[in-house]
């Protein structure tokens, strides 16, 4: 018998599955070494990138502190130099330049006293920490005398409780105010507003024994003010020191009624902004004490009149300085 031919259309059938495994054997190839060449190269670049971000990271570490240290110190001078125009705006108002100082001391008059006269420097508008700081630096009993607490310096209270002693700066009408500070006592105010506000001086400031006013020219000349005020102050058990902003006060004629000495200011440290001229006005106040044995000078935490006593202080050998409590 003849033998079979096998039939060509299997054979054409078997050759295009093989065609079909090794296209598709080289797809899978493709495929596969697509993969091992992005994973390599994606490697890389994840390597590029965490290396850059790490530099990134190092160079803002190194660069951002000091442009931050630069803006705080930008912050700080414009804050130091805000408190110096707000200072300068709080200064004492005086109706009469005479009042800075004293009349001339008549040396012939003066009165031989068995110990060391004594000097208290009271410094007024203390609100501040860096104030507190600057003054206690001088290691001098000198009596700070705090502003009562307002919006844009509300911790003058608190930084006073840290002190064995403090005075209360009040703000009282003045004939013409350079910077009105909050809640300023008027002549007008009732017996009650201003008893009001002594109390709530006295919740503030629970330890406080001495006020002086804060300008007051107008306040401390009137004389029904000044017995409302002297009333208030009496029921807390708080005495007043005249800060003496007006030839016209009528201090001393309510606290002779009250049956009460009047105390007072005697010289203005820097009525004037100058070391020089301070300096001058502490030799003037060491010889007013001397010749009356005791006496009363203001200042503020002005960095001249700081300096001026901290250059002074051989001077203070002379006097007894003390605590405003201590004088009289």
Same mark, same amino acid.
């Given at each position: 018998?003849?033998?079979?031919?096998?039939?060509?259309?299997?054979?054409?059938?078997?050759?295009?599955?093989?065609?079909?495994?090794?296209?598709? &054997?080289?797809?899978?190839? *493709?495929?596969?070494?697509?993969?091992?060449?992005?994973?390599?190269?994606?490697?890389?670049?994840?390597?590029?990138?965490?290396?850059?971000?790490?530099?990134?990271?190092? &160079?803002?570490? @190194?660069?951002?502190?000091?442009?931050?240290?630069?803006?705080?110190?930008?912050? *700080?001078?414009?804050?130091?130099? @805000?408190?110096?125009?707000?200072?300068?705006?709080?200064?004492?108002?005086?109706?009469?330049? @005479?009042?800075?100082?004293?009349?001339?001391?008549?040396?012939?008059?003066?009165?031989?006293?068995?110990?060391?006269?004594?000097?208290?420097?009271?410094?007024?508008?203390?609100?501040?920490?860096?104030?507190?700081?600057?003054?206690?630096?001088?290691? &001098?009993? *000198?009596?700070?005398?705090?502003?009562?607490p307002r919006p844009a310096r509300p911790n003058s209270a608190k930084l006073?409780?840290?002190?064995?002693?403090?005075?209360?700066?009040?703000?009282?009408?003045?004939?013409?105010?350079?910077?009105?500070?909050?809640d300023t006592l008027r002549i007008h105010d009732s017996q009650q507003k201003?008893?009001?506000?002594?109390?709530?001086?006295?919740?503030?400031?629970?330890?406080?024994?001495?006020?002086?006013?804060?300008?007051?020219?107008?306040?401390?000349?009137?004389?029904?003010?000044?017995?409302? *005020?002297?009333?208030?102050?009496?029921?807390?058990?708080?005495?007043?020191?005249?800060?003496?902003?007006? !030839?016209?006060?009528?201090?001393?004629?309510?606290?002779?009624?009250?049956?009460?000495?009047?105390?007072?200011?005697?010289?203005?440290?820097?009525?004037?902004?100058?070391?020089?001229?301070? @300096?001058?006005?502490?030799?003037? !106040?060491?010889?007013?004490?001397?010749?009356?044995?005791?006496?009363?000078?203001?200042?503020?935490?002005?960095k001249d009149t700081l300096e001026a006593i901290k250059e002074s202080k051989?001077?203070?050998?002379?006097?007894?300085?003390?605590?405003?409590?201590?004088?009289?």
């Open positions: 018998m003849p033998k079979r031919k096998r039939s060509t259309k299997k054979i054409d059938k078997s050759s295009q599955y093989l065609a079909y495994i090794a296209w598709s &054997l080289a797809i899978v190839a *493709l495929m596969l070494i697509s993969l091992t060449v992005g994973y390599y190269f994606g490697i890389q670049d994840a390597k590029e990138g965490l290396h850059h971000k790490q530099t990134n990271e190092i &160079l803002r570490k @190194k660069t951002v502190p000091k442009k931050r240290e630069a803006s705080v110190k930008k912050r *700080l001078k414009e804050v130091l130099k @805000k408190e110096h125009e707000e200072y300068i705006s709080a200064a004492h108002e005086i109706d009469d330049e @005479k009042l800075v100082s004293p009349p001339k001391v008549d040396i012939k008059k003066r009165i031989v006293y068995k110990s060391k006269p004594k000097l208290a420097i009271i410094i007024d508008d203390v609100q501040t920490a860096r104030q507190v700081k600057e003054i206690k630096s001088l290691h &001098l009993p *000198l009596t700070m005398s705090f502003l009562p006073a409780s840290h002190e064995k002693f403090y005075m209360v700066h009040l703000p009282m009408e003045a004939m013409h105010f350079n910077a009105e500070e909050p201003i008893s009001q506000k002594i109390a709530k001086i006295k919740e503030e400031f629970p330890r406080v024994h001495y006020i002086n006013n804060h300008t007051g020219s107008k306040f401390t000349a009137n004389e029904v003010a000044m017995n409302r *005020l002297i009333f208030a102050l009496n029921a807390n058990k708080i005495h007043f020191i005249d800060s003496r902003t007006t !030839a016209k006060t009528k201090a001393p004629k309510v606290l002779e009624n009250f049956g009460l000495k009047y105390v007072a200011r005697d010289v203005f440290l820097d009525h004037h902004m100058d070391k020089a001229y301070v @300096k001058k006005q502490i030799k003037l !106040a060491i010889k007013v004490a001397k010749a009356h044995g005791h006496a009363i000078a203001i200042g503020h935490p002005h051989y001077l203070f050998k002379d006097v007894d300085l003390v605590q405003v409590y201590r004088v009289y």
